[in-house]
T-cell receptor, first 115, second 113 residues
């Protein structure tokens, strides 16, 4: 089955700096890669995703890049703010043939943005 | 609107109790999911319903019993749980039909005493 590794496990930055979180996946057939942000006491929130036919996607201060050859994808947050502090999870999914998707999650990154 | 609602927010139950968790979405999504999340860990998939039929059971113990009464509702019936079942139980939904974005609810914090 699919295996997703996520690094680093904790990341501490100053407000205004950039933050980068990296994930690798094992199944080259995986073709959908979402990122979730989970704040304390809340459910995971989908913040951005990318499909395997795209190399990069941006949404304001966040971007995701995908390298299919190397089987890794990354989340980039620019101009970090204290409200970006949360746990971030990457995930991979092999989509196709069914009407639902089975996500495999990374272990999570605790991001702390210091004012 | 990408809202998935879950009730109750918190639940404390004894090992001999029977309780149910409820999840609702009105986005017209046809796939619904139950996940279990322990502290500082990622969500773990338990069950998937697709078009109101159970499609995946990730070898979950029978003390957890899912039910999908209609396309908007998902229940998780709990019976004879163990203290190690204490966790955050998350519901999610996705549109299906080739769309895989999963939207999560806020979860039910379950404590088994």
């Amino acid at each position: 089955g699919e295996n997703v590794e996520q690094h680093p496990s904790t990341l501490s930055v100053q407000e205004g700096d950039s933050a980068v979180i990296k994930c690798t996946y094992s199944d080259s057939a995986s073709n959908y890669f979402p990122w979730y942000k989970q704040e304390l006491g809340k459910g995971p929130q989908l913040i951005i995703d990318i499909r395997s036919n795209v190399g990069e996607k941006k949404d304001q201060r966040i971007a995701v890049t995908l390298n299919k050859t190397a089987k890794h994808f990354s989340l980039h947050i620019t101009e970090t703010q204290p409200e970006d502090s949360a746990v971030y999870f990457c995930a991979a999914l092999l989509a196709g043939g069914t009407s639902y998707g089975k996500l495999t999650f990374g272990q999570g990154t605790i991001l702390t943005v210091h004012p | 609107d990408t809202e998935v609602t879950q009730t109750p927010k918190h639940l404390v139950m004894g090992m001999t109790n029977k309780k149910s968790l409820k999840c609702e979405q009105h986005m017209g999504h046809r796939a619904m999911y139950w996940y279990k999340q322990k502290a500082k860990k990622p969500p773990e998939l338990m069950f998937v319903y697709s078009y109101e039929k159970l499609s995946i059971n990730e070898s979950v113990p029978s003390r957890f019993s899912p039910e999908c009464p209609n396309s908007s509702l998902l229940n998780l019936h709990l019976h004879a749980l163990q203290p190690e079942d204490s966790a955050l139980y998350l519901c999610a939904s996705s549109r299906g039909q080739g769309s895989y974005e999963q939207y999560f609810g806020p979860g039910t914090r379950l404590t088994v005493t």
